[in-house]
Nanobody, 114 residues
Framework: QVRMVESGGGLVQAGGSLRLSCVAV????????MGWYRRAPGKQRELVAS???????EYGDSVKGRFTISSDNAKNAVYLQMNSLTPEDTAIYYC????????WGQGTQVTVSS
């Protein structure tokens, strides 16, 4: 069993920055992709960014140029640096780790005030 443990959400003013962290804990062998997704009020969950074990990266269109994903394979960790935040980035952010199973975190709230 794998738990995805997220941290780093909070409240920030527009234009500010936040950094999210996620660590996979448990039977993490075989996790080959980790990423961040978000669900804003009234909207469907969407990809924010993902990174494979080989460092292949994908970003959602709305965050390109503002967010940066990185990982530490030795720590089974993934990070999301979020800059130039806008109120449209307000959402619950979920960490995901894909290996033998599809593992999701509980989510961390990010709120951007105008």
């Amino acid at each position: 069993q794998v738990r995805m443990v997220e941290s780093g959400g909070g409240l920030v003013q527009a234009g500010g920055s936040l950094r999210l962290s996620c660590v996979a804990v448990g039977n993490v062998q075989g996790i080959n992709l980790m990423g961040w997704y978000r669900r804003a009020p009234g909207k469907q969950r969407e990809l924010v960014a993902s990174i494979t074990y080989g460092r292949e990266i994908e970003y959602g269109d709305s965050v390109k140029g503002r967010f940066t994903i990185s990982s530490d394979n030795a720590k089974n960790a993934v990070y999301l640096q979020m800059n130039s935040l806008t109120p449209e980035d307000t959402a619950i952010y979920y960490c995901r780790g894909i290996g033998r199973h599809d593992n999701w975190g509980q989510g961390t709230q990010v709120t951007v005030s105008s």
